[in-house]
């Protein structure tokens, strides 16, 4: 169930991204021009979307879709993969420990359709942290019958 979910995450990212595309009539990725060309903050049919940092949060129907992205790669952590499911009327019900969704994501490294973006040596840190995100290596349809 966990690559339905990440199929749905994905398409609805991808789908995002060419309407901004598309209405700005770029094509690179939104993320690479969304301080040059339109606010950073907006909406796009029906879509509420505000780009941050590197990435960006879109909001349609209350569903949240957070995500960064480098060049073209979508990379998320853990806990914006969850929000999505939190937020989704269908996925909710599925009730997911954070744990599961851990172990499933996990297993999607397995097969070769996420990886790591490992993140560290940051700035100004002193505690010495590593942060670990999923980046997307495989864009749907990736689903197996």
């Known amino acids: ?3 339905e979910i990440l199929k749905d995450y994905i398409n609805f990212i991808r ?3 060419s309407l901004l595309k598309e209405k700005y009539k770029q094509d690179i990725n939104p993320c ?3 301080h040059t060309y339109f606010e950073r903050k907006g909406t796009i049919e029906g879509i509420e979307y505000w ?3 590197s990435g960006c949060t879109a909001q349609k129907e209350d569903v949240i879709y957070a995500y960064d992205i480098a060049v073209n790669e979508i990379e998320f952590s853990q806990w914006k993969f969850s ?3 939190r937020t989704h009327p269908e996925y909710q019900k599925l009730n997911y420990s954070v744990e ?3 172990y499933e994501l996990y297993q999607l490294i397995n097969k070769g359709i ?3 973006n490992i993140i560290d040596g940051i700035d100004e840190t002193s ?3 590593v942060f670990k995100e999923y980046r997307v290596l495989q864009e749907p349809p990736f689903l197996r019958d």
């Open 114 to 116: 996420l990886g790591w």
């Open 51 to 53: 780009f941050h940092g």
């Open 15 to 17: 789908t995002f991204e």
């Open 127 to 129: 505690f010495g942290c």
């Open 1 to 3: 169930m966990i690559e």
């Open 83 to 85: 929000e999505f499911i």
């Open 100 to 102: 599961l969704v851990e």
């Open 32 to 34: 690479s021009f969304s």
